[in-house]
Nanobody
Framework: QVQLVESGGGLVQAGGSLRLSCTAS????????RGWYRQTPGKQRELVAT???????NYADSVKGRFTISRDNAKNTVYLQMNSLKPEDTAVYYC???????????WGQGTQVTVSS
């Protein structure tokens, strides 16, 4: 069975750093686009960052220069390094894997990130 499991969330002070990890199993995830999304109550789930199989990255304007997405295909793992965290970064962060030719998406269960002022 396909499964994506996030870890690394928690409570941090503004200006602090946190690294999220997401390990996938059950498919050949090296060919998938991997990404991180976040959601707060009452808002749509929004893109934070994506990374293609070839290593090309894309970031939301709100996190450029502060967050870095990376992947380790040998471990089927995608990471999100979050620096200079702000209270507005508080959200549930979700890991995603997307298979372009079929439009297939897989999602993790989410991990809570809370940034205190």
């Amino acid at each position: 069975q396909v499964q994506l499991v996030e870890s690394g969330g928690g409570l941090v002070q503004a200006g602090g750093s946190l690294r999220l990890s997401c390990t996938a199993s059950g498919s050949t995830f090296s060919i998938y686009v991997r990404g991180w999304y976040r959601q707060t109550p009452g808002k749509q789930r929004e893109l934070v960052a994506t990374i293609t199989a070839g290593g090309s990255t894309n970031y939301a304007d709100s996190v450029k220069g502060r967050f870095t997405i990376s992947r380790d295909n040998a471990k089927n793992t995608v990471y999100l390094q979050m620096n200079s965290l702000k209270p507005e970064d508080t959200a549930v962060y979700y890991c995603n894997a997307h298979r372009i030719p079929t439009g297939l998406d897989y999602w993790g269960q989410g991990t809570q990130v809370t940034v205190s002022s």
